[in-house]
């Protein structure tokens, strides 16, 4: 995935037009409360109110010199609905209305001058993982702005990539010190944590009778799945 991905450096102009200008103008020209009733009525445009992200605490984060990059699903099956036929099974279908945003979308931010990515067979989310491993690389840090919990397992503070994961009520920046605090494990522990509770919003079965409480008292104890299955025989499990 990494072969061809790169940061594309932003100077100093851009990230003034970009952090100022554009915002306003965004509020003219995209904000559904200000749009007019002709592009209202052909397409909804909640999705395009990029000053929003200073409530997110976004913009707050850039300087002069930062690097950005959006990435964006494609409608189509990954690899690990190669691996398991029924991942994401029985969710429901994107809203027409926002599916009809993405392609405006990918267009405005063309024209301020992000880099888009997108892949097909890879989630948006793979490509944000690739992008802050590559950043690590190049000794950055590297905040990735989400609203799915999976990616907080990507936390590496001696890498210096931390989340701020969108939701509903406001963003929060998440270290491994903020990730222990709220899950009790370590944000590497992420993918055996879900192995053995689960992911229902993916349709991905855990191991009968264990939730997230047990999930967390085993690897806190054991330190990894596999370790648990070495220990398996322990009158604990």
């Known amino acids: 995935v990494s072969s061809n991905l790169s940061f594309i450096p932003a100077d100093t102009t851009k990230w003034h037009y970009i952090s100022t200008a554009t915002i306003e103008a965004n509020g003219w020209q995209f904000d559904s409360a200000r749009t007019s009733e002709s592009l209202r009525s052909r397409i909804e445009t909640n999705a395009y109110d990029l000053h929003r992200l200073d409530g997110a605490g976004l913009v707050s984060l850039i300087n002069p010199g930062d690097k950005i990059v959006f990435a964006f699903d494609v409608h189509a099956p990954t690899f690990r609905h190669e691996f398991y036929k029924e991942y994401k099974a029985g969710r429901h279908a994107t809203p ?102 689960g992911d229902s919003s993916d349709n991905i ?30 009158e604990t499990i």
Do not use: C, H
């Open 96 to 197: 027409q209305e926002l599916i009809d945003q993405f392609p405006v979308m990918k267009e405005l931010l063309g024209y301020l001058g992000y880099p888009v990515i997108a892949i097909e067979g890879w989630e948006a989310d793979d490509i944000l993982g690739t992008l802050a491993k590559m950043a690590e690389d190049e000794a950055y840090e590297a905040y990735i702005l989400t609203g799915d919990r999976d990616a907080l397992q990507l936390i590496d503070d001696p890498g210096q990539t931390r989340i701020l994961l969108a939701t509903n009520q406001d963003t929060v920046i998440f270290d491994t010190a903020a990730f222990m605090e709220k899950y009790g494990v370590r944000p590497d522990q992420v993918p055996d944590l879900k192995g053995l509770m």
């Open 205 to 234: 079965p855990g191991v009968t009778g264990v939730g997230q409480k047990t999930a967390t008292e085993l690897l806190l104890k054991f330190g990894s799945l596999d370790s648990i299955y070495e220990n398996i025989d322990d």
